[in-house]
C-alpha cells in the first residue's frame, strides 16, 4: 500500500545551523510533494511543494530536494531559528486531485 | 481574513456516544477535506468534498464514521458509538479548487477523547 515514512522522530539542532530533514515514500506514482510545519496545538501550515519532474525547488530559508531514483525526499533549512521548532511532515499525492498522504513526522528542536 | 474554523476545539465523550464536529472553511473555497491525526502520527484522510462531485470516502475507517457538506460551506464530520481507539485530533482543511497543486489551508482541529 501506499505509505511515506520519516527517517528519524527527532532532530536537534544549535540555533544558526542548519537543518535537514528526511522523508522517504513508497508509491513511485506520486507526483506532487509538500512540507508541512506542525506547531503545538494548531493545524499543519504549507511550507514548500516540488512537483515529481523537478528535483530542487526554493524558498525563504529553505529548499526541498526529490531524488526519485531512491524515493527520497528532504527539506533543508537555513539558519535554523527557534520559532522553527515545531514537527515537520511531508506528504504526497497522487494523480489530480487533493488527497494528501502524510508521513509520520519530524520533530525539530532548536536550541538556543 | 478569516481561516478555517472548527468546532468544538475539545471534545469529550463516553464510549458508544455519538459526537458531531464542524468544519467552517474559507469563503469560496470549493474542496474540503478532513483528516485524523492520532498522538504523535502524521495525519490520515478521512473524507474529500469538491463541489458538487460525489465525495471521497475512501479514508472513512468504519460505517460508523460519515460526513456531510451542505454546497459549498460547513461540514460536519459524525462519528457514531464512539470506541476508544477514535480519540484523536479531527482536522479540516480547505482549498481553492480540488487539484493537487492548491494548497489546502488546515484548521486548528478538534481533539476528540473517548472515555
Known amino acids: 500500500g501506499e505509505s511515506v515514512g520519516l527517517h528519524l522522530p527527532t532532530l536537534s539542532v544549535q540555533e544558526g545551523d542548519n537543518s535537514i530533514i528526511n522523508c522517504a515514500y513508497s508509491?513511485?506514482?506520486?507526483?506532487?510533494f509538500i512540507w508541512y510545519k506542525q506547531e503545538s496545538g494548531k493545524g499543519p501550515q504549507f511550507i514548500i511543494d516540488?512537483?515529481?519532474?523537478?528535483d530542487k525547488r526554493q524558498g525563504q530559508r529553505v529548499t526541498v530536494l526529490l531524488n526519485k531514483t531512491v524515493k527520497h525526499l528532504s527539506l533543508q533549512i537555513a539558519a535554523t531559528q527557534p520559532g522553527d521548532s515545531a514537527v515537520y511532515f511531508c506528504?504526497?499525492?497522487?494523480?489530480?486531485?487533493?488527497?494528501?498522504?502524510f508521513g509520520q513526522g519530524t520533530t525539530l528542536q532548536v536550541k538556543p | 481574513g478569516a481561516g478555517v474554523s472548527q468546532s468544538p476545539s475539545n471534545k469529550v465523550t463516553e464510549k458508544g456516544k455519538d459526537v458531531e464536529l464542524r468544519c467552517d472553511p474559507i469563503s469560496g473555497h470549493t474542496a474540503l477535506y478532513w483528516y485524523r491525526q492520532r498522538l504523535g502520527q502524521g495525519l490520515e484522510f478521512l473524507i474529500y468534498f469538491q463541489g458538487n462531485s460525489a465525495p471521497d470516502k475512501s479514508g472513512l475507517p468504519s460505517d460508523r464514521f460519515s460526513a456531510e457538506r451542505t454546497g459549498e460551506s460547513v461540514s460536519t464530520l459524525t462519528i457514531q458509538r464512539t470506541q476508544q481507539e477514535d480519540s484523536a485530533v479531527y482536522l479540516c482543511a480547505s482549498s481553492s479548487g480540488g487539484l493537487a497543486g492548491d494548497e489546502q489551508f488546515f484548521g486548528p482541529g478538534t481533539r476528540l477523547t473517548v472515555l
Open positions: 516540488i512537483r515529481s519532474n523537478m
Open positions: 508509491n513511485s506514482a506520486s507526483d506532487y
Open positions: 506528504a504526497e499525492i497522487t494523480g489530480n486531485t487533493g488527497k494528501l498522504i
